[in-house]
């Protein structure tokens, strides 16, 4: 699968011009000296944030990547480490989609002077600390940089801070921690995704009663995240705005040993009062999506799912779900090390954090053979 994405900043050009562009060439269109755009180029300090951000136009304007990545082979070779989850799991969608956006970053910035490496670990606290505790004691000299889904653990808190008090540059991507002093946080819009979600379930319901809602985070203290976090939240505040006629009930169960599936099938076959369900994540798409199904009640009960994978696709043709919040974890994974190498590479300073905007899908994206699904995908 191609996944090139052109991104600001760092488009692939062939030249054109008769003569290579120089430094003084960048420095008279920028309206600086040669010096500055040397100190810019080279990611020194004693430049202001809008002269890097105007040199940096200039840079791609006169299509002077090839003489950039040049000029970069001539200093030591830059290091960024992305942690991923281990998703030998066939339900680990959403955290294949951020690798495969993070893969195909690594793929556009090639030709810089970086070395790129992935680690991949299981989703627990102790492998995770276990692995960062090695690259602090035997990596973290010559690392610039360290990106990663982060855990809600005391002492993973305290370790990524001290990668930072290192000079190590640290992004997370798809959740947050506020506790950790990274440089930026790249994730969905999750507020976003269930006002959207409870916008489209008002808009689909024929009658009153009962909508369901998955919120996996109400379970359980879970070291990714928080109560709400995925959208579940302000999915039940937006449903109360517009109308008393509905009542909104969470799911109780977990996913694992099909305790979920088998909790939603057993309600929506004992309360015909139910019209709708939310499924606030992957995971929860691919349990409850079969029981609505099975239950025989797929063209009664409105269901909203979450993201765009195989399974959920499919179900979205078969007319199971009736639409699909997509937060797009390709480009989470793409812009988290897009902002990080722009930093340790190119000295920008980023925002605090970058939202990545959700989408609706619909059926009308859905196609007989797997072209619509990879489209989206790539979008």
Request: aromatic residues 8%.
């Given at each position: 699968?191609?996944?090139?994405?052109?991104?600001?900043?760092?488009?692939?050009?062939?030249?054109?011009?008769?003569?290579?562009?120089?430094?003084?060439?960048?420095?008279?269109?920028?309206?600086?000296?040669?010096?500055?755009?040397s100190?810019?180029?080279?990611?020194?300090?004693?430049?202001?944030?809008?002269?890097?951000?105007?040199?940096?136009?200039?840079?791609?304007?006169?299509?002077?990547t090839?003489?950039?990545?040049?000029?970069?082979?001539?200093?030591?070779?830059?290091?960024?480490?992305?942690?991923?989850?281990?998703?030998?799991?066939?339900?680990?969608?959403?955290?294949?989609?951020?690798?495969?956006?993070y893969?195909a970053?690594?793929?556009q910035?090639?030709?810089?002077?970086?070395h790129?490496?992935?680690?991949?670990?299981?989703?627990?606290?102790?492998?995770?600390?276990?692995?960062?505790?090695?690259?602090?004691?035997?990596?973290?000299?010559?690392?610039?940089?360290?990106?990663?889904?982060?855990?809600?653990?005391?002492?993973?808190?305290?370790?990524?801070?001290?990668?930072?008090?290192?000079?190590?540059?640290?992004?997370?991507?798809?959740?947050?921690v506020?506790?950790?002093?990274?440089?930026?946080?790249?994730?969905?819009?999750?507020?976003?995704?269930?006002?959207?979600?409870?916008?489209?379930?008002?808009?689909?319901?024929?009658?009153?009663?009962?909508?369901?809602?998955?919120?996996?985070?109400?379970?359980?203290?879970?070291?990714?995240?928080?109560?709400?976090?995925?959208?579940?939240?302000?999915?039940?505040?937006?449903?109360?705005?517009?109308?008393?006629?509905?009542?909104?009930?969470?799911?109780?169960?977990p996913?694992?040993?099909?305790?979920?599936?088998?909790?939603?099938r057993?309600?929506?076959?004992?309360?015909?009062?139910?019209?709708?369900?939310?499924?606030a994540?992957?995971?929860?798409?691919?349990?409850?999506a079969?029981?609505?199904?099975?239950?025989?009640?797929?063209?009664?009960?409105?269901?909203?799912?979450?993201?765009?994978?195989?399974?959920?696709?499919?179900?979205?043709?078969?007319?199971?779900?009736?639409?699909?919040?997509?937060?797009?974890?390709?480009?989470?994974?793409?812009?988290?090390l897009?902002?990080?190498?722009?930093?340790?590479?190119r000295?920008?300073?980023?925002?605090?954090?970058?939202?990545?905007?959700?989408?609706?899908?619909?059926?009308?994206?859905?196609?007989?053979?797997?072209?619509?699904?990879?489209?989206?995908?790539?979008?």
């Open positions: 699968m191609n996944r090139l994405l052109n991104t600001t900043g760092y488009r692939s050009a062939t030249r054109t011009r008769a003569a290579p562009v120089t430094l003084h060439d960048i420095a008279r269109e920028a309206g600086t000296s040669v010096s500055t755009v100190r810019v180029l080279n990611g020194k300090p004693g430049a202001g944030e809008a002269t890097r951000t105007k040199v940096f136009d200039v840079v791609e304007r006169l299509q002077y090839v003489n950039y990545a040049a000029s970069n082979l001539k200093r030591r070779t830059t290091n960024l480490i992305g942690v991923f989850e281990d998703h030998s799991r066939p339900s680990s969608y959403y955290a294949r989609h951020i690798e495969e956006g893969d970053c690594v793929e910035l090639s030709t810089f002077n970086v790129f490496e992935k680690r991949h670990v299981a989703v627990q606290e102790a492998d995770v600390y276990e692995l960062l505790s090695e690259v602090y004691e035997h990596e973290r000299a010559e690392l610039d940089g360290l990106l990663l889904v982060p855990f809600r653990s005391g002492r993973i808190i305290a370790l990524l801070n001290r990668f930072v008090d290192a000079g190590v540059a640290v992004v997370f991507a798809d959740k947050d506020e506790q950790v002093r990274r440089m930026t946080f790249v994730g969905p819009d999750n507020d976003l995704a269930g006002r959207m979600a409870a916008e489209l379930m008002f808009r689909f319901l024929r009658r009153e009663g009962t909508v369901i809602v998955s919120n996996p985070d109400s379970r359980s203290v879970h070291p990714y995240g928080r109560p709400g976090h995925l959208g579940a939240g302000s999915f039940v505040r937006q449903m109360s705005l517009y109308t008393s006629g509905i009542r909104v009930e969470s799911t109780h169960e996913r694992k040993d099909n305790r979920l599936y088998t909790e939603v057993h309600r929506l076959e004992e309360d015909p009062k139910i019209v709708g369900i939310f499924a994540s992957a995971r929860d798409t691919a349990a409850i079969p029981a609505l199904r099975d239950s025989g009640r797929e063209r009664e009960v409105q269901m909203i799912g979450s993201e765009v994978f195989p399974e959920s696709f499919a179900m979205l043709g078969a007319g199971v779900i009736d639409a699909l919040i997509y937060k797009n974890p390709f480009r989470v994974g793409f812009k988290a897009d902002h990080l190498f722009g930093h340790v590479v000295g920008l300073t980023p925002a605090s954090q970058y939202r990545v905007m959700p989408r609706v899908v619909l059926a009308s994206a859905f196609t007989d053979d797997s072209q619509g699904y990879e489209a989206l995908l790539e979008e």
